[in-house]
C-alpha cells in the first residue's frame, strides 16, 4: 500500500518482494492514481490492483477481502503511507491547525490501525506489518513539521501493535528511512538540503535508495528475523547515530548551497513580481 510511481519506496520493496518470489497485491488512494499504478503492478504480474483509500472503513475492507480472494492467505502487508496539506506542513508546529493535523494523522498514523483491523482476518503466525517511518519522529528535523510528531505517533502505534498482535504471531515493524526524492517528499521544504546532510554527514557519505529500503524490507519480513518485532529499524547509511556530522564542513557547504540556492530563488519571485 503506498505505491505512487516508480520513485515510491514502497515500489521498491514491491520489487524486492517479487525478487524473492511474493506474489503482490497493490492499493491506489484516488481513481487518478489507478492509471500510474496499475501499469506499474502489472508490469511484475500482481494478482490484485485495487482502489483503498484508508480513511474509508469501508474500503479498507474491501480492499483486504479481494486481495485475499486473490492471493490466500496475505503474508505481509506493507503499509507506506503518509500525507499533509501543503499549508499546514510549511508552518512551525506552533501554527498548525487542528483540521490540517487531524487529517494528517488520521492518514499517515491511525491508518496502520486501520490496516491491521482490516488485514487481521486474512493473516496468521508468520505474518507481518510493517510501515515506513522517518528520524523525524525522535528529533527535531527543520522543514518536516507536524510530521514529526505524526510520526512519532506512527512508531508508538507499531509498537502497541506488535504487543497486541504477538498473540496472533503476527510482528509489526517498522524501518526508519533516510530521505528519498519521491512525490510524498516533494512537499516537504528544503529536502534537497535533508539530501545533501544526510549524504555528508552519514558515516557511509552516501543516500539510500529504494533498492536498499526494499531489499531490508524483503529480510525484515522474512522467516529469518521470526523473533523481530516492535522495532524500528534504521536505513539510513547510520545517519541517526551522529551527534556530529561526520564531514563537519562538508556539512555546512551542503547548508549553505541551500541557504544560497533558496535566497537566489526568492529574490528572482521579487524580481519578477515587479516586473
Ligand atoms: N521519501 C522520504 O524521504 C521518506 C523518508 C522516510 C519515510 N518516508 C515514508 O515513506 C512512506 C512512503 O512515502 P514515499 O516517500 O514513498 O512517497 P510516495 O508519494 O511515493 O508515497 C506516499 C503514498 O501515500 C499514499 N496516500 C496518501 N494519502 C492516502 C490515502 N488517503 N489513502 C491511501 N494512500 C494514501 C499516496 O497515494 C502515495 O502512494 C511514507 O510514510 C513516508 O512518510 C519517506
Known amino acids: 500500500m503506498g505505491v505512487a510511481n516508480e520513485h515510491s519506496i514502497a515500489w521498491g520493496i514491491a520489487e524486492a518482494f517479487r525478487r524473492e518470489g511474493a506474489r503482490l497485491a497493490f492499493s491506489y488512494a484516488v481513481d487518478s492514481m489507478e492509471r500510474r499504478v496499475r501499469p506499474l503492478g502489472e508490469s511484475i504480474g500482481a494478482a490484485y490492483i485495487g482502489p483503498c483509500d484508508v480513511r474509508e472503513d469501508e474500503q479498507l ?10 492471493l490466500g492467505r496475505i503474508d505481509t502487508v506493507v503499509h507506506a503511507i503518509a ?20 487529517e494528517a494523522i488520521d492518514i ?19 505474518s507481518n506489518l510493517l510501515t515506513i517511518t522517518y528520524m523525524g519522529a525522535e528529533k527535531v528535523v ?4 507536524l510530521m514529526g510528531p505524526v510520526k512519532a505517533d ?6 502497541y501493535l506488535a504487543a497486541s498482535l504477538g498473540a496472533y504471531g503476527i510482528r509489526v515493524n517498522a524501518i526508519s528511512a533516510g530521505p528519498v526524492r519521491t512525490l510524498a517528499a516533494r512537499g516537504i521544504p528544503r ?10 554527514a552519514s558515516p557511509l557519505g552516501c543516500n539510500v535508495s529504494t533498492q536498499c529500503i526494499g531489499d531490508v524490507a524483503a529480510c525484515l519480513c522474512s ?6 518485532t516492535g522495532e524500528v529499524i534504521h536505513v ?22 541551500e541557504a544560497l540556492k533558496e535566497q537566489e530563488e526568492r529574490a528572482s519571485g521579487v524580481q519578477s513580481e515587479a516586473e
Open 223 to 228: 522467516p529469518m528475523f521470526c523473533s523481530v
Open 236 to 257: 539510513d547509511c547510520g545517519f541517526h547515530i551522529m551527534g556530529v556530522p561526520a564531514q563537519l564542513e562538508a556539512w555546512k557547504e551542503a547548508g549553505r548551497a
Open 191 to 200: 529536502f534537497g538540503g535533508l539530501l545533501d546532510v544526510a549524504a555528508t
Open 61 to 70: 475492507d474491501a480492499f483486504f477481502e479481494e486481495a485475499s480472494a486473490a
Open 83 to 102: 500525507f499533509s496539506n501543503k499549508d499546514d506542513l510549511r508552518r512551525p508546529v506552533h501554527e498548525v491547525s487542528r483540521a490540517g493535523y487531524l
Open 154 to 159: 506512527l512508531e508508538a502505534i507499531a509498537r
Open 108 to 126: 499517515s498514523a491511525y491508518s496502520l490501525i486501520g490496516v491491521a483491523q482490516a488485514a487481521l482476518p486474512y493473516m496468521g503466525t508468520g
Open 142 to 145: 527543520p522543514g518536516y513539521g
